[in-house]
């Protein structure tokens, strides 16, 4: 097994691993000491530490290798049994989420659930099951999928309901993902481009005035519009004009590691959303393309794995992961940069979050056992077989 596996695919995603766990440890001490301050105050700890959030990392980083272990030894088949069991469970989970009592909330969104002594995002798990279940439908409709009614309306029913249940929440980075996810599956897979293009606009027009009824998420879009206005970047755009300070404050070599300004309670969030800002102020402009090429390799391997597997479910669900963890660094990279609103989004692999690295890692354990199936050549044998029908 071992032996056909994709190494570099691996050495790639745990090499992002444990560099984020090096970040967290630099841009968290702050946020930790403030903390473990506050237990010590209300007597729940005897000390304070700069390391708070750095031991959490470390446990999630541990319970996702154990995680990604599982998962790449799982022939990658059994996924397809049980796809729509795995997503009709996430989506009751997110309708948990919106329950008094099951949610947890952190910031702005109520995103988490509480099950006991464990609090955790559904939404990051609703993108891998909705890979799965993507890539059995789209297999069984692989000579309709051009149609109208054994296309177009299955499609859109399908993203109108993984993507409804996060808006509400309102989750506007896991709306984006999703769609992102929903839109490149239904693509690759042969879907007629009128449909795709229909089909997201119809859940922007369902999901975004959704999302938009929360005043702190237009007031996010006000300040991604007007980011010259000194009384909105020192309000409302507080958090984008510090991410950009940090930035731009790394010039081409950075700052030095651990020397972050930033990260003494200027950048909200250092640890989490904008630790891409705060990894721009310590390592600058070239040794973040070092760090931009890891995530560039995974991507090309992942789609390689796609290109190479033995089957059509196989191709589709490689393609779908790649697809979710490269539109979700683009996206949190486009947010620290100013190019996108502000959205509650982690980077994958780095920023501290034991939801999202779980299922990220999850996701690649995935790649890593298809990968061990994978044969040169057999794209011709999985294009699909279309039937021209227009109605």
């Known amino acids: 097994m071992f032996r056909k596996m994709d190494l570099l695919l691996l050495g790639t995603a745990m090499g992002l691993t444990l560099f984020g766990l090096a970040m967290i440890a630099s841009v968290s001490v702050f946020k930790s000491y403030q903390i473990t301050q506050h237990m010590v105050d209300i007597g729940t700890l005897a000390l304070p530490s700069n390391s708070f959030f750095l031991k959490r990392s470390a446990f ?4 996702s290798i154990v995680v ?3 998962t790449a030894s799982i022939p990658y088949h059994l996924w397809e049994r049980y796809a729509k069991v795995l997503f009709l469970i996430t989506i009751a989970m997110l309708i948990a989420v919106l329950l008094p009592g099951l949610r947890n909330t952190y910031g702005t969104a109520s995103s988490w659930l509480i099950l006991g002594p464990i609090s955790f995002q559904p939404s990051e798990f609703l993108k891998i099951t909705l890979v799965f279940y993507l890539a059995v439908w789209l297999q069984k409709r692989e000579q309709l999928i051009n149609t109208f009614k054994e296309g177009f309306l299955p499609f859109v029913t399908l993203l109108l309901l993984s993507t409804f249940v996060v ?7 896991g709306f984006l993902v999703l769609s992102a996810i929903a839109t490149t599956m239904f693509f690759i897979a042969g ?10 606009a119809i859940a922007g027009v369902v999901g975004l005035p959704v999302i938009l009824s929360k005043q702190y998420v237009r007031d996010r879009f006000t300040a991604w519009l007007s980011p010259g206005d000194p009384r909105i970047s020192e309000t409302i755009g507080f958090q984008i004009k510090q991410a950009l300070i940090a930035i731009g404050s790394g010039g081409p070599f950075g700052v030095g590691y651990g020397k ?3 990260k003494f309670g200027y950048l909200p969030e250092v640890q989490a959303d904008m630790v891409f800002a705060a990894m721009g102020e310590e390592l600058g402009f070239f040794r973040l393309l ?3 090429t890891m995530y560039g390799i995974l991507i090309v391997r992942g789609y390689k794995i796609a290109r190479e597997a033995p089957d059509r479910f196989g191709f589709l669900v490689a393609a779908g992961i790649t697809s979710w963890i490269a539109f979700q660094s683009m996206i949190n990279m486009g947010i620290n940069l100013s190019l996108l609103p502000l959205t509650g989004l982690t980077l994958p692999f780095i920023s501290y979050g034991g939801s999202s690295l779980v299922a990220t890692l999850a ?3 995935i790649l890593l056992n298809i990968s061990t199936y994978s044969t040169e050549g057999s794209l011709s044998a999985r294009r699909p077989k279309r039937v021209l029908k227009f109605a």
């Open 290 to 292: 070092i760090v931009l």
């Open 167 to 173: 808006a509400i929440e309102p989750d506007l980075g």
């Open 363 to 365: 996701g690649v354990g």
């Open 68 to 70: 990604m272990l599982i």
């Open 60 to 63: 999630h980083v541990l319970v």
């Open 260 to 262: 972050s300004i930033q």
């Open 191 to 200: 879907g007629n481009i009128l449909h795709l293009f229909a089909g997201g």
